[in-house]
């Protein structure tokens, strides 16, 4: 049985456009801000970044003109996956996540991606009602972990992704991604942090032909904001724990050439030997939460992949 409603509010869900992303800003804030305390997002840029996307929908719920809540469904492939999906806080209990969550998850069908999820708070069980309704079920914890960035970063071979040709970079993410699993494809991501100068690509090992693959945000503007890299998504061959180790030495290596403070990461418990990489390495969870799957199976969070994401 989901959350009970005090009276429903039928919103109109059309996508979003420009004018509407002050408001959608906004919003965001202010319900992340209600369900945690306090503004710890500073100058990360959730709403701008998604909506510039080509890999992302972007959709509004407006009560007649007023727009009173956003979602953003995101492909990889053959994976997709909704948020955030933020209403404006005096509106909650009104169906309006219902409505948003409807119209997302009919996105991820139509695009006919394999495997849909999304991320939640581990510790809202309203949250987690909401999305049971739409066929998703919570599995393994996913932690957001950072750790401080050393003076004297890891001495590793690694490049950028920006300086090579866009066609060869992303031929070699889709060979790391589809031995992780079918279809996945994080293309879309490298675009997005390439176009919108939001970031870049860490290449560990050659940049002929890298051993692991990160799409790194950094700085205000980006999802990670000031004095911080955000590790939106990295990886490696399944099975491949050196060339793990490699990949994060060597976003901890652009981290330190950028001048950012901590590195952000996000890994899914699942993938343990991943996990315990992280935290022998000197990360440590700031953030537990969820991730909630359709179908109800493990995808690609297995002990043997290495892969850093957190479907936010």
Known sequence: ??????????????????????????IQ??????????????DAELVRTRWAAGNTAALGAFAGPRLVGSVFATRWGSVGFVGPLSVEPECWDRGI???????????????????????????????????QRFGYWPRFLTALMSRSVPAAPPAVEWGVGSALDREELTAAAARLAGAVYPGLDIGGEIASVLDQKIGDVVLAG??????????????????????VAYVKVGLVRPGAEADFARLVDACLAHAAA??????VVGVNTARHRAYRHLVAHGFATDVPGVTMHAPNDAGYDRDDVFVIDDWR
Request: proline content about 6%; charged content about 25%; overall charge positive.
């Open 1 to 26: 049985m989901g959350p009970r409603t005090r009276y429903r509010t039928e919103c109109e869900i059309r996508p979003l456009r420009e004018p509407d992303l002050d408001a959608a800003d906004r």
């Open 29 to 42: 804030r202010r319900a992340f801000a209600a369900l945690v305390g306090g503004d710890d997002q500073r």
């Open 97 to 131: 996540g219902s409505q948003l969550m409807a119209a997302a998850d009919g996105v991820l069908r139509e695009w006919g991606v394999v495997r849909r999820g999304l991320f939640t708070f581990a510790h809202s069980p309203r949250h987690h009602r909401l999305y």
């Open 206 to 227: 050659s940049s002929v032909a890298p051993t692991g693959v990160a799409v790194v945000h950094d700085g205000p503007g980006s999802e990670a904001g000031s004095g």
């Open 258 to 263: 950028l001048g950012a403070e901590r590195l």
